[in-house]
């Protein structure tokens, strides 16, 4: 995880709807580190689109309460290549 990706429900969520729903999006806004008591290592702090903003675990204890959201677009980006010969 890293500053900035946005995330939806991932297979251990719990919270009930502390994401204002399953399909709703947040934003990573803190990465957990060791050395912080209320933000360790394999968490972080989501903000959602909702407004509500907690930790969530990514890897802590073995669980996975988010996942990344894909914005990429879809399918290939293809270059059309002429040729002239004189």
């Known amino acids: 995880m890293e500053l900035g990706l946005r995330v939806v429900r991932g297979p251990d969520w719990k919270w009930q709807n502390q994401d204002d729903g399953e399909g709703h999006v947040g934003t990573v806004v803190e990465i957990g ?25 990514v890897g802590y204890q073995g669980f996975h309460d988010l996942r990344v959201y894909d914005q990429a677009p879809t399918g290939e980006y293809q270059y059309s290549l002429f040729y002239c010969y004189f």
Not at 39 to 45: F, N, Q
């Open 33 to 57: 580190k060791s050395s912080k008591s209320n933000t360790p290592d394999k968490t972080v702090v989501v903000q959602w689109d909702s407004g509500f903003r907690t930790n969530y675990r």
